[in-house]
């Protein structure tokens, strides 16, 4: 096993996302919240986007999604309301200021990408191809 190949990636990705947590953080919202306005964005072509689906995108409890909705009603950033099929279920849509702070932060976010993809990629071909070596 390649251990610096392996080091070496999780440093870029940690590279990467600590830049993304310092923008969300000077567009006004914390890591969590982008992370949640662009999992609405992201699911909203599949029907209604229920919090129960975004606790598992972000891979956080149920609770911990609803709080983090809270805050972003409060702010104006999303709205939500029951589910018209199913009244257990809550149902989160962004708002016009939520939607123009994700595209701030995803553009953003893109144009960084556009500049450390090839290292990225570079080293995530790396670790497969390590992967596949010593598989066979």
């Known amino acids: 096993m390649n251990y610096a190949t392996l080091a070496e990636w999780r440093y870029q990705l940690r590279l990467l996302l600590g830049r993304r947590e310092a923008a969300a953080r000077a567009a006004g919202v914390e890591p969590q919240?982008?992370?949640?306005?662009?999992?609405i964005k992201g699911l909203e072509a599949r029907g209604a986007v229920t919090i129960g689906m975004l606790a598992e995108r972000l891979q956080i409890r149920h609770h911990s999604a609803v709080e983090l909705v809270d805050r972003l009603v409060k702010r104006g950033l999303v709205a939500r309301r029951?589910?018209?099929?199913?009244?257990?279920?809550?149902?989160?849509?962004?708002?016009?200021?939520?939607?123009?702070?994700?595209?701030?932060?995803?553009?953003?976010s893109l144009a960084e990408l556009r500049a450390e993809a090839p290292a990225l990629v570079a080293t995530l071909r790396r670790l497969i191809r390590e992967a596949n070596g010593r598989r066979r």
Request: hydrophobic fraction near 45%; aromatic fraction near 2%; charged fraction near 30%.
């Open 33 to 39: 919240q982008y992370m949640l306005l662009l999992q």
């Open 82 to 108: 029951r589910h018209d099929g199913d009244r257990r279920q809550v149902v989160v849509k962004l708002r016009a200021p939520g939607e123009a702070v994700l595209r701030r932060l995803a553009l953003n």
